[in-house]
């Protein structure tokens, strides 16, 4: 094939893809499930938050939990309530070596309550144990809507990233496509070679390409918003909060103070320890006597000739029982239970030191990255300046395309960076209020 073979078929070929370009993109997003995007539905994040607390799978879970250790608390899991038994039967009896006909029937029913009055007041140590073990269930189910939250938040500010890297690619193929159909033009003019078309054409191929991969990044982050919210529809919210993140100032101390207070990982961890001081209670309960009571009706029938013989009676018995000696058991389950709660506090101050240790580094990460905000902002404001400088230089031929596609992706790099900085800075943020339990008191559960 001749030069000028190539040159025509490029041509053509060139025509071809800018009659195609605008069907390309609107097609592709059909494909892609945005063919609503005119009745998108507006989402804000309190809005967001409000529907993961409802609907979330886990949180559903988890509160079902909860009521299963509500239900679980009562005086009568305690063991405070007395126990009632009736029982019946009956019988027939024939005497099959003698050969009397006489059958014997008999029926009896017997109705027995039986209750213990004092087991060392094991009974009122169950009971708060079980407080404690409901109260532990809550703790934990706010663990998960802390953690939950924390999810939800991050998730609507990722599709919110990644929407915005799609507007900068966006931007940048809409720079190439103008590139591209002004060299189309100077080529049949015959202003410029076949080899400038071409690098256009592959400048502009690259950023379809890019901006294509970025629209799938975003739907796909809408997909994990929506599963965190527990929409089963595959919905394209439109998000209405703004991408910031507000460059408050922490002091650690006021930081720490609110960690040892309201960090949910350090309140069960604290209801644990409770629960472990209830355990050394039940096991001294063991040392003290018990009193019993077993009262009871019973009644029975016999049918015999030549008159039936029925009886009714009624009993009741106390009993009290003391194990003075059981080889030392009760005294090894004591110090057992008094050895684990000196675990379970060694496990706190270890929780404790840890929480403390990454509130710092958190700290300080959230400082750097408020910092790399802003240079990144300077960066991009930059870097915009230069792409719009060097745009006329490009238009003028004072720069050539190769240098001109240079601070295309400078500025890409630019504006990808700020947005990426930005995501992180909120990152820290959320993290910070969720070690510190702030995140429920931002979006308190209704």
Not at 20 to 42: C, E, K, V, Y
Not at 199 to 214: G, P, S
Not at 279 to 296: D, F, M
Request: contains cysteine.
């Amino acid at each position: 094939m001749t030069e000028c073979e190539i040159e025509s078929e490029t041509m053509r070929s060139g025509k071809g893809f800018m009659m195609n370009r605008r069907f390309l993109i609107p097609a592709i997003w059909i494909m892609l499930g945005f063919t609503h995007l005119s009745a998108q539905d507006s989402l804000g994040l309190p809005e967001a938050v409000g529907r993961a607390l409802e609907y979330n799978y886990d949180i559903r879970i988890r509160r079902l939990d909860k009521r299963i250790a509500a239900i679980q608390n009562t005086w009568g899991t305690a063991g405070a309530f007395p126990s009632l038994d009736f029982s019946i039967s009956a019988s027939r009896r024939q005497d099959l070596d003698t050969g009397d006909r006489d059958v014997r029937d008999m029926a009896s029913t017997n109705l027995t309550l039986q209750w213990i009055l004092f087991d060392g007041f094991a009974v009122r140590i169950r009971k708060a144990r079980l407080d404690q073990l409901e109260r532990l269930s809550a703790g934990n189910t706010a663990l998960l809507i802390e953690e939950s939250v924390q999810a939800v938040i991050l998730a609507y500010y990722n599709a919110l990233l990644q929407l915005k890297q799609a507007d900068v690619l966006d931007t940048l193929r809409t720079l190439s496509g103008n590139r591209y159909e002004r060299a189309e033009s100077q080529r049949q003019l015959g202003a410029l070679v076949t080899y400038d078309l071409l690098q256009a054409k592959n400048a502009w191929l690259e950023d379809e390409a890019r901006y294509l991969e970025q629209t799938a990044r975003a739907r796909n982050a809408m997909r994990d918003l929506n599963y965190l919210i527990g929409e089963t529809d595959d919905r394209a919210y439109r998000l209405t909060e703004p991408f910031e993140a507000a460059a408050n100032t922490y002091e650690y101390g006021i930081l720490k103070d609110r960690m040892l207070a309201d960090n949910r990982l350090l309140r069960n961890r604290y209801l644990r320890q409770t629960l472990l001081e209830k355990q050394v209670a039940l096991a001294r309960s063991e040392w003290w006597p018990s009193l019993s009571l077993r009262a009871g009706l019973e009644g029975s029938r016999i049918d015999i000739r030549p008159s039936p013989l029925t009886t009714y009676e009624g009993y009741g018995t106390l009993n009290l029982s003391w194990n003075l000696f059981s080889g030392g058991a009760r005294n090894r389950a004591v110090q057992i239970a008094k050895v684990d709660h000196e675990i379970g506090q060694v496990e706190t101050d270890a929780m404790i030191h840890s929480l403390s240790n990454r509130l710092a580094a958190q700290l300080e990460l959230f400082e750097v990255r408020k910092k790399l905000v802003d240079v990144a902002a300077e960066a991009q404001a930059t870097a915009a300046l230069n792409l719009e400088i060097s745009g006329e230089k490009f238009r003028t031929g004072a720069i050539n395309s190769f240098n001109y596609r240079d601070v295309q992706m400078l500025y890409l790099n630019a504006a990808v960076g700020r947005l990426t900085a930005v995501y992180r800075l909120i990152e820290s943020q959320t993290e910070l209020l969720r070690l510190t339990g702030g995140i429920l008191s931002s979006f308190p559960e209704e």
